[in-house]
């Protein structure tokens, strides 16, 4: 049984297991970059490698190209005294195009770890929520976005790959979310357990009047605490929390799938994870293993058994069954803890709000961050009493979102207001304010992703130091 869920964010299995994933997806821009720059040798900052996959993925990347690989010198800059036997391997198996090294230290100070201009490359995977969440909200982001500006060369490129936030433009913004007491069990029992927690301790930017999450059951106005599982309730509040909910019951079930202690683990990497019956629509089949556990009734696990194909070692079942099985032996796990019957459920429980629950990370939309790395980066410029330059994206395609279609279909089934689940990827490039042609291109694109407000403040922004 794997023993993630007792494991500290930073700890070595949680790094090896839980982040493992994606590594393609965490590498595509800097090989963007790479591709675009077309020099014979880089220097390129990955900050907060985890277990290395990203790595992993720009060996393949640089093994794949035709002729004479380029040479990297590939520094990672991790917190004090996270380790990764993953990351050691992916170090070593990178070494053989360059030099790679292991920096220690915090990226909110990358003013003093890294020169300035020293980087042609920088980037950031499933970071700069943490930075957030841990080292101060938004004034440790925008430190660290000036430092990776100033780090970054004249011409060179951030990364930036992080959760998908809302539509909307405005996180504050309200919106009302419906459970049914039949289908959304489990969701009501999590909202109720982890509601209070997350509003007192979360790391979140939801403290005015109007941010105030409303809850009612019939008539009655009630506090999330006194959810009453059994009864229709109707939620209303900021689109941002509402968000952040949604994505840590995602956590949570993956984190509990991990344990086995539901009666079932899924594979949640490689080949198996990825047997897609429909990959648009996000239909897949999911290849799992049995494990003893009391939060599978006898009646679940025999309609489990039934409803599966055995493969050698193991079963496979559609994606829709096994997601609707899971959220009702979920919800049993959650009543368990509610009730505090269970000490190893309340440990699992325990650990998995303190490792993740404080988190948020939907604190920017596409729009909010185009616009602050920008600006900060400008002002980054004028601190360092160089020549004044700006990060854009320079094309496009540099915006990408990519959508998590298995949670986006298994949101679908289980809510009736469910918010797209994905990832944001942003290429932006270090222009010089003086590139007038460059700017303006980018500007360009600037408007196709921006808000009116956003596009003018960086018209004006650059307009009054050209
Ligand atoms: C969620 S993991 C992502 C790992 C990896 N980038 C990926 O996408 O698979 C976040 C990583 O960022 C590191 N990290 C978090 N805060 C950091 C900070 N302030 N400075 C440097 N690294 C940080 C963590 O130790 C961890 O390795």
């Not at 994606?22 to 790479?34: C, D, H, M, P, R």
């Not at 799938?257 to 949640?268: D, K, V």
């Not at 009391?294 to 096994?322: K, P």
Request: aromatic residues 8%; charged residues 25%.
């Amino acid at each position: 049984m794997n023993t993630i869920s007792h494991t500290h964010k930073n700890e070595i299995t949680y790094l090896d297991v839980a982040t493992n994933g994606n590594g393609l997806e965490k590498a595509v821009l800097t090989s963007n970059a790479i591709q675009r720059l077309n020099q014979l040798e880089y220097n390129i900052l990955e900050v907060g490698p985890g277990g290395g996959s990203s790595i992993n993925a720009l060996g393949e990347y640089l093994g794949n190209l035709s002729g004479q690989a380029p040479k990297i010198n590939l520094n990672l800059l991790e917190l004090e005294n996270v380790k990764s036997q993953s990351l050691d391997d992916a170090m070593e198996r990178i070494s053989s195009f360059g030099e790679s090294l292991l920096l220690s230290g915090n990226v909110v100070e990358l003013d003093n770890i890294a020169k300035p201009e020293s980087m042609d490359i920088v980037s950031t995977s499933a970071v700069l929520h943490e930075v957030y969440s841990y080292n101060g909200g938004y004034g440790a982001l925008d430190r660290t976005l000036r430092g990776i500006a100033t780090t970054l060369k004249t011409g060179g490129y951030f990364a930036y790959r992080d959760v998908y936030s809302v539509e909307t433009d405005n996180l504050h913004e309200s919106a009302n979310h419906a459970y049914n007491a039949d289908s959304s069990k489990s969701w009501l029992r999590f909202i109720k357990l982890f509601m209070p927690y997350y509003l007192n301790n979360g790391q979140h930017p939801y403290h005015h009047l109007e941010d105030h999450v409303k809850i009612k059951q019939g008539s009655l106005h009630i506090d999330s605490s006194d959810i009453d599982v059994n009864k229709d309730t109707l939620i209303r509040g900021p689109i941002g929390i509402m968000r952040e909910i949604q994505r840590h019951y995602i956590t949570l079930r993956d984190d509990v799938w991990r344990t086995g202690t539901l009666g079932f683990i899924p594979e949640l990497e490689g080949d198996k994870s990825n047997d897609w019956l429909n990959i648009k629509q996000g239909h897949k089949r999911v290849h799992f293993k049995f494990t003893d556990s009391d939060f599978l009734s006898f009646n679940q696990r025999t309609l489990l058994t039934e409803m599966s194909e055995r493969v050698s070692d193991h079963f496979v079942i559609d994606g829709d069954i096994f997601d609707a099985i899971s959220d009702t032996a979920l919800n049993n796990f959650l009543e368990t803890v509610q009730k505090g019957q269970d000490d190893s459920a309340s440990e699992i429980w325990e650990d998995w709000q303190s490792r993740e629950g404080r988190e948020t990370y939907a604190y920017m939309t596409v729009d909010q961050l185009i616009g602050n790395i920008a600006i900060r980066s400008v002002e980054a410029s004028k601190n360092n009493d160089g020549a004044e330059t700006i990060l854009l994206p320079e094309y496009i395609t540099d915006v990408k979102k990519i959508s998590r279609t298995y949670y986006n279909r298994f949101l679908k089934k289980a809510l009736s207001n469910p918010l797209f689940d994905g990832k944001q990827l942003i290429l932006a490039k270090k222009i010089p304010l003086k590139d007038v042609d460059s700017i303006a291109t980018s500007l360009d694109v600037v408007q196709k992703y921006c808000s009116r407000e956003t596009t003018a403040s960086l018209y004006s922004l650059i307009s009054s130091d050209v």
